[in-house]
Nanobody
């Protein structure tokens, strides 16, 4: 079974930072691009950041560019999302997801999205 286990969410004040982690299992992690997506209450799912199989090719949603950094550790089958200068509109459930290919531009594989971790940005 493909499993994607996200963690690291929490309550943070505006301007604060959080680091999300997602441990993957059940597939050849090193062979797939990966992504973070989020869904705020009452809003559609949106793709936040994605990374290719080895790192070095990352893409970001415009509103998080310069504040968020996606990375991965293929030895640990883990991806990360470092979130800095958080804003209230970053509040959402964050999920990690597998892409359909190796590159960061490949589409999401909707079959594989792990349980989320809640990020709340509020004073």
């Amino acid at each position: 079974d493909v499993q994607l286990q996200a963690s690291g969410g929490g309550l943070v004040q505006p301007g604060g930072s959080l680091r999300l982690s997602c441990v993957a299992s059940g597939f050849q992690f090193y062979a797939y691009g990966m992504a973070w997506v989020r869904q705020a209450p009452g809003k559609e799912l949106e793709r936040v950041a994605s990374i290719n199989i080895n790192g070095g090719d990352e893409r970001y949603k415009e509103s998080v560019q310069g504040r968020f950094v996606i990375s991965r550790d293929n030895d640990e089958n883990t991806i990360f999302l470092q979130m800095n200068n958080l804003r209230p509109d970053d509040t959402a459930m964050y999920y990690c997801a597998r892409l359909k290919g190796m590159r960061s531009f490949h589409p999401l594989d909707d079959r594989y999205r792990g349980q989320g971790t809640l990020v709340t940005v509020s004073s």
